[in-house]
């Protein structure tokens, strides 16, 4: 059915329904407008002396939610006639059936109602915009830049919140470039102060080493190492600045030399006695450590040392001992390992809690110059110039049949962008947003190139009039510079939140402090890893039950305390990826997932492949579990097993055959 004079090409449904002939008989317009800046609308207009319109009930979802089906005629429309009629809460809805072009129809849900004396304005936006807008979470829904990109990110937020629209980002896979990070440089005052603070030497380095490693700080050890790192040549013979030994440990804000591989550039000399010392304890050196715990045969080090992974030759070490002569060992002043130090805060894509997904899709577009908008049920995610490379540019020139005026603005002073509009006849279709658009010279050479359609407004679709709105493709921004903060090494070792416990038990509120728990193997040397084995306790000590499914909901933001807060009543209970991935989530070690996994997916996804040195989650398609390493009963492993039982830790063993070993890189 047709609108009244309005043509066979195009139809208008209201909730399902052709408009009734009263209704119909006060329309005056049916204007429709496609932009890439927000989302498409529709706007009808009638004047209504007798309020038809009022009491046909157009106006009650602003007063209440109705739910009522689809009928057969929409969901022929959409393609989706043998799909079982579903019910959805929904506004007034408009439907646009382009016959002409037997395109599926343009749905729209109404957004705006205004009346003036006798004049009703009906507004409707993109019916998926309008889910997309309502689709809101009380939880903060997060992932790393290292892990994902922005469009991936988006496309994950899309995905969860209306599954039938289809995404479209040409480049979502690749990382975009970031805005150098500006960091405060130490003025020549500052360095000079802190070069009278004391120079750090050779010897000085070793015996800082050996106190951080508790091992004797003895004449022997001291010119073992110090034959070592001029063996090396790490610091004062090459490019890797506060690293004697050139180990290629992993720290924040360190980068690598370039000239040798990934060997460590560190930010301080804080900064490289940890990472030298972590380096050595990471169970590799086991030889070197052993030679040094004996404290009094140099060469015996330098043996250990040439045999060990390091690649250091022992003969060269050896000579370089002989050559070595030390003096007041253990007189010095010891490297301050908790000086202040910049550590670059994780950059996180986000969702802040009871923000909408449309609203935050189209912030995190704003945020980099990227557009988002809607395009024939196709959600479009992406930048202008991505917008200009999108499909062969429509060529436009003054005497173009259909083209009636070519007007355009431009500013010298960029105070206002550059805008052509395009006053054309055209078929309703024919022009969508985001279409590139190349006008000749013949336009005229200061608008004469490439440009993207912003606006196609019509505000009649009885009439083929059409106003094409032209923006000039702009550059995107870079990705959001990373930021750092000051920080002393020991507050960096134990992050706030940490909740730590004196017994095991989980029952400690002492937050961000570092004890050791019982058990054996205490992680006072790694709180990330402290951090996860408090969380577990926490979880633990809730006491859920196993309910299969459960935690697979979303995550939760932690409470005050540092815990993570409990599920909602709803799933008092978890299974055993649900609480893995909670308990993960929880350490911040979760962060390339939107929410929880299941146990196959953290198999071949999640850390790295091989036991870990804290702890080792293992993983397959039917179970995970956490084992914590160096830890005895009850402590040692951690899941959801079966129903039945509570979550928390297993008293006896858990096999390990068929699994996966996973770990948290560099734990």
Request: hydrophobic share 35%; with cysteine.
């Amino acid at each position: 059915m047709s609108i009244k004079g309005f043509g066979n090409d195009c139809e208008l449904i209201v909730n399902g329904e052709p408009l009734s002939a009263t209704i119909d008989e006060e329309i005056v317009t049916v204007g429709f407008v496609g932009t890439i800046a927000g989302a498409s609308t529709v706007t009808i207009k009638a004047i209504d002396p007798n309020k038809k319109l009022q009491q046909a009930n157009y106006f009650q979802p602003f007063r209440t939610k109705r739910i009522r089906k689809e009928t057969k005629k929409e969901k022929k429309v959409r393609g989706e006639e043998n799909e079982s009629s579903s019910l959805s809460p929904v506004y007034a809805e408009a439907l646009l059936v382009d016959e002409g072009e037997k395109k599926a129809g343009l749905r729209f849900e109404a957004c705006a109602f205004k009346k003036i004396a006798d004049e009703y304005e009906m507004e409707f936006e993109d019916r998926d915009v309008a889910i997309l807008r309502e689709d809101k979470s009380t939880a903060v829904v997060s992932a790393s830049r290292d892990n994902v990109t922005r469009a991936q990110f988006a496309e994950e937020l899309v995905k969860k919140a209306a599954p039938h629209i289809k995404f479209h980002s040409p480049n979502d896979k690749e990382k975009q470039p970031r805005e150098k990070a500006k960091r405060k440089e130490k003025s020549h005052k500052q360095k000079e102060e802190e070069t009278l603070k004391g120079e750090v030497t050779e010897q000085s380095f070793a015996e800082s080493l050996l106190a951080k490693l508790q091992l004797p700080v003895s004449k022997e050890n001291v010119r073992a190492l110090v034959g070592w790192e001029k063996a090396e040549g790490g610091n004062w013979h090459n490019d890797a600045k506060y690293n004697p030994l050139n180990t290629t440990q992993a720290a924040p804000g360190a980068g690598n030399t370039g000239s040798q591989g990934n060997i460590k550039v560190y930010t301080s000399w804080a900064q490289g006695l940890k990472a030298t010392a972590e380096t050595l304890e990471n169970g590799d050196y086991g030889g070197i450590l052993s030679a040094l715990k004996g404290g009094n045969n140099a060469n015996a080090v330098a043996e250990a040392i040439g045999a060990s992974k390091w690649g250091t030759d022992a003969a060269s070490v050896k000579q370089l001992i002989e050559e070595t002569s030390v003096s007041n060992v253990g007189k010095g002043e010891p490297i301050n390992t908790s000086e202040p130090e910049e550590y670059p805060e994780e950059y996180k894509f986000e969702r802040k809690a009871g923000e909408g997904t449309w609203e935050c899709l189209q912030r995190l577009a704003e945020e980099v110059g990227w557009r988002c908008f809607m395009r024939y049920g196709e959600l479009w995610f992406m930048n202008d110039l991505e917008l200009a490379d999108s499909g062969t540019p429509l060529r436009i020139e003054e005497n173009t049949p259909g083209i009636i005026n070519i007007n355009w603005e431009l500013d010298k002073s960029e105070k206002k962008k550059p805008k052509v509009t395009i006053e054309a006849r055209a078929a309703e279709w024919s022009v969508p947003p985001g279409k590139p658009v190349e006008l000749t010279e013949q336009v005229g050479e200061p608008v004469q190139g490439l440009w993207i359609v912003s606006e196609v407004i019509r505000k009649d679709i009885t009439d083929n009039a059409v106003e094409v709105i032209l923006a000039k493709p702009e550059e995107p921004k870079n990705e959001p510079a990373t930021k750092y903060k000051t920080v002393t090494a020991a507050a960096v070792a134990s992050p706030a939140g940490a909740v730590s416990t004196t017994d095991g038990t989980g029952t400690g509120t002492d937050a961000g402090s570092r004890q050791t728990h019982t058990g054996g193997g205490g992680l006072k040397e790694n709180s990330l890893a402290e951090l996860l084995f408090n969380q577990c306790t926490w979880i633990a000590n809730q006491k859920y039950p196993y309910v299969w499914g459960g935690g697979h909901r979303g995550f939760y933001a932690s409470n005050e305390a540092g815990n993570p807060n409990p599920p909602p009543p709803e799933q008092a209970g978890l299974d055993c990826s649900g609480a893995v991935s909670w308990a993960l989530h929880s350490a911040d070690m979760f962060n390339q997932f939107l929410g929880p996994q299941g146990s196959g997916e953290i198999a071949l996804q999640w850390g790295e492949e091989g036991e870990g040195r804290y702890f080792t989650v293992w993983a397959n398609t039917e179970h995970v579990f956490i084992q914590w390493m160096n830890r005895t009963a009850p402590y040692r492993y951690w899941s959801a097993k079966c129903p039945g039982t509570i979550v928390g830790f297993a008293s006896t063993e858990e096999s390990t055959t068929s699994f996966t070993p996973k770990h948290w890189p560099g734990l």
